[in-house]
């Protein structure tokens, strides 16, 4: 960020704001296209038609008159034989329920029509996630009727994988034959799962296997933080994950770590986040993010420097040497062994090893002491090569304890339980099943084959355990090894609890019955031990929500101190969605004292900086894709990477110089294809050049790739997994050495930031706060609206207004998908948003200011803006598109008739064109998801984002039914109800004291192209960043 | 035999299009359809002679868009006692016994991108003939108004009701 932007082309001056490289470079090439509309032209007719064609049109005309004569397709009604209580047809019933797509486990509310869950949505009063959802948990709801799911038990030929229905019976019967044998001959029993954040899964896997000596649980994630729960134990004496309080952090200093993306609980680390960032407080949190590649949170950086994994250490034990060594502040400071562990780290030297610019970790380490007892250190548990991994967090504990934020931004009383897995035990298993150790294998919610590193050759090593069952939805890498696959139901369709932290219980109750012939996990486990016919199991009776209700009645019901009966405890667990223990913190241990022994784990000698050789591989985990679970989900899939804003593919990030010296094009439609190669293996992929990035670091997404996933998801980029290390009971995910040769050949990348050009339009202002706090409306200097030819609407009811938070929008895209779900926006595939005909309704714009090497970062969400002088509405030669009494502007489906006009005279490009009948190639279990409220658009109609028209009319509705106006806050739109740092804030501007009303009239406040007199309702507010001006 | 030149194909298509389009659109309207229907249910003889209130039945009129068929429960209300011994009763019973429901063929249909409420028309205290027409004096069922977009926009100008596009189109 200090460095001055340079530039080598002599073209003009680059904007200020840019999207791509292209663009800054000022791509000959780009520019022309950026002068059409459409990336592609459309089939253009050039001839008029021959006396043949036209005889052919009459003879349409008189088919026409034909089918005039016939009856409208004849429709059924099926009445219900009974209709259920609660069922209203037309109207919805929700859920509260708790979101199975990862153990962060945030409460959801789910939005079921006739029976048919067709919405997520955050729970307000969840206290993990508070209302929010990401992205990939708003997604999740589509993986409940994908039609790739497999709709049965089945029984897989081993050698083949080819996979054959079976029946319950025959699974249930061979399985525990297959148990029983291994607990007589005391062969190994190993039941692997993800990690279990339900207490009561968790109780019955130990009932389960406590029937058979020989049985063991192992827990392992793909995204793992195992070094972060590895380095608790070896420095305060316990295994466990902290709460990490971004809401009590005045700074908060992130190594590699991403936790606005995808670090263990994003939601609740987005809103904690963002609660700290609103300058009109009076105070403001700072990030400083020091990273080899740009995450989300790096995005979101006050400042930030850039890294290479290897090096990562050093730069935390040179923050630390600057508190007990250089500047003796901290505790510890006299401690001889820290002394020692230190004596390498100076500062200087890890500053020209990591290519700081000298004095960066001083000041760095003083505004850490500066900010004691209120700052927070956050190392990514999978940042740092494998055999630093735990040293790192070692170092950062050793950081914490210093600065005294055990207790308060690192809080351990009441800690996280969303990462229980063990990379050491899934390695030790490996190397069991290689012995031959292992007789039965039970897989549940992981994909071993696929995520475990392909050196270790997990899917050879099943061929060595004589039984496996596997509990997926699909036949996937690891399923195909299976003997069985007894697929567990989706998480919409079942009974479970979660403790996403300790002392919150949150329950997940089914909003649907299971669609197919699956099983729940826990029936299945219960029916095989008490078939055992010993241990706890046996002789018991009941379902898994029996016994679900049976471990609550015991477990929480008594702590509750509820005076009603269980039962009525229980249905209003169940109402509620979550419980809560009191006295929050009075659980769990205190942090206890950093024991300087665990910095035995640092190695002795600082390591030679590695320089020239190869590069630094990162497989890092995509905010879309995540480890690769939901690869079949088309939502996921079409959602654009927050940073590089490319979907349906992974690619190799490199930085712009490497680009330049390698030289490979900065144009995705023109990326180059290269190999990487890190000795046990390579493949191809094309290249994106990634501003932000370190030069020396290459950088590759996991979850793409997928060899069984599905339809959608197979076939889709390269597996980064398979070039992950596993040494010394770790598996390695960053600085892999790693070489890359260019191919010759070139593939395009689907990206959409190349789309629809800005002409250098100022569009983003942004300011600092310093200068916010000397004057509020710095930095927004946005044109005011001229005087108008038209007469202005007039608004006597409400009026309906928006305001976007710049500050507070971090770029996650979960009201892309909330908007997806709720307004049925059709996927269209990699070839169509290639063309450039996305149909999201509303996008993310990123914009890079600054130099491409060190780029700074906005996220700007970009939705119709409702424009009260529409430009859209004064060119539409049918009236399809009309302002309506409250301020909307209007797109009726059915008036269409696809001039497009509408789109080309729209200057914020958000409408979005039909060009095929998307709906029609929806497979059958697919259009369950459909919101019935809203219009399926047919081929040829111009649709665009429509404010949540139908939420709109049902808060309306409801307001009606009891005499009163809509309430501030009762409606909200399907994307800023999902936003997890409440970025998006929707009402009535027609009421002064309405929460966007005071919004729109902050200084801060601003309207995109304003020059243009178009005077949307949708007002943004300048970005605020929490650093020095550049040159000051 | 003359043959037609290409300029006097040309009116005549477009007459051929026009009577073509013009019937084509014209069949939506569906005005007197009445299919028959699985099971010979007399509205006349429920709502005429017997006086059983419409809301009754379509109970879900008030509180939802849809109006809805009743389930069919709601004709065991009645019929596991009155007139067992009819033939379509006994029918009624064994669609219920067996837990299937009886394929009613739609008569009032408006278009996917139509929204409609029937609670707003009820509480607004429209009656129900008003669109449906005298079904209490039909033996089968049919539609006696085209409802088309002109009739429910003039209906709402009469009465005031909003006419926004959205009103209706979502």
Partial sequence: MSETPTKTSEAAIPPKHWRSLAEWNDDPEVRALR??????????????PSRREFLKLVGAGAAFAAAGCARKPVEKILPYIRMPEEAVPGKAVWYASTCGECPAACGVLVKTREGRPIKLEGMKEHPVNRGGLCARGQASLL????????????????????????????????????????RDAGGRVVLLTGTLTSPSTRSLVEDFLGSIPSAAHVTYDAVSSDAIAKAQELCYGERR??????????????????PLGTFLSPPEFARDFASRRHPESGSMSRVVAIEPILTLTGTNADVRHRVRPEHLLGVVLALAHELHVKNPRAALAGNAAVGVSLQDYSSESAEQDAGLRPGTLTALADELWANRGKSLVLAGPQAAPANHAVALQVAVNLLNSALGNDGVTVDTATPSLQAQGSEEAVLTLAERMRAGEIQVLLIHGVNPAYTLPAALGFGDLLKRVPFIVSFSDRVDETARHADFVAPDHHYLESWNDHEPRRGIRSLAQPAIAPLYGTRAFQDTLLSWGRALGAGLLAGTAGTWHEYLRERWRKDVYPRSGAAATFDLFWEGALREGVWQAGGQGATGAGPGSF????????????????????????????????????ANNAWLQELPDPISKIDWDNYVSIAPSRAKELGVSDYEMKADVVTVDVGHAKFDLPVHVQPGLHPDVIAIAVGYGRTAAGRIGNKVGQNGYALAQATAGRVGLSGIPARITKTGRQAPLACVQGHQYTEDRPIIYETTFASFLKDPSSGNEAPTHEPSMWSPHKYTGYRWGMAIDLNACIGCSACMIACQAENNVPVVGKSIVLRGREMHWLRIDRYYSGNPEMPETVHQPMLCQHCENAPCETVCPVLATVHDSEGLNLQIYNRCVGTRYCSNNCPYKVRRFNWFDYSSVREKSLRLVLNPDVTVRSKGVMEKCTFCVQRIRDAKEHAKALGVRVRDGDLETACSQSCPTQAITFGDINDPKSRVSEMQKHPRGYHVLADLNTRPVVTYEVKVRNREEVGA | MSTLKPKQIIPIALILIVLGGWSFFDSFSNVGYAPKQPVPFSHKLHA??????????????????????????????????????????QMVTQ????????????????????????????????????????????????????????????????????????????
């Fill in chain 2, 95 to 170: 669609y219920y016994q067996s837990g299937r429901p009886i394929p009613w063929v739609r008569v009032h249909r408006e278009p996917d991108y139509v929204y409609f409420s029937h609670q707003w028309h009820i509480a607004r205290g429209f009656k129900c003939q008003q669109c449906h027409g005298e079904v209490e004096k039909m033996d089968v069922i049919q539609q006696s108004k085209d409802l088309k977009m002109g009739f429910c926009i003039s209906c709402h100008r009469q009465n005031k009701a909003p006419t926004d596009c959205n009103t209706c189109h979502v």
């Fill in chain 1, 143 to 182: 993986n409940l009727y994908d039609p790739d799911r497999i709709q049965g038990p089945v029984a897989v030929d081993r050698s083949s994988g080819a996979a054959k229905a079976s029946t319950w019976a025959a699974i249930d019967v061979r399985a525990t034959r297959a148990l029983r044998e291994a």
């Fill in chain 1, 241 to 258: 994950i902290p709460r990490y309080r971004l809401d009590k952090a005045d700074l908060l200093l992130t190594i590699g770590a991403d």
């Fill in chain 1, 35 to 48: 002068e059409r509309e459409f990336l592609t032209p459309s089939e253009e007719v050039t001839e008029i």
């Fill in chain 1, 595 to 630: 024991r300087p022994g665990a910095l035995g784990e640092i190695p002795a000698t600082k390591a030679s900086p590695p320089s020239g050789g190869p590069l630094s591989l990162v497989l890092y985990t995509p905010v879309t894709m995540y480890d690769g679970r939901s």
């Fill in chain 2, 48 to 89: 005429g002679t017997n006086k059983i209130p419409c809301l009754y039945c379509h109970s879900n009129a008030e509180r939802s868009r849809h109006a809805m068929v009743p389930a069919m429960a709601v004709c065991m209300n009645c019929h596991t006692v009155v007139k067992t011994d009819s033939p379509a009763i």
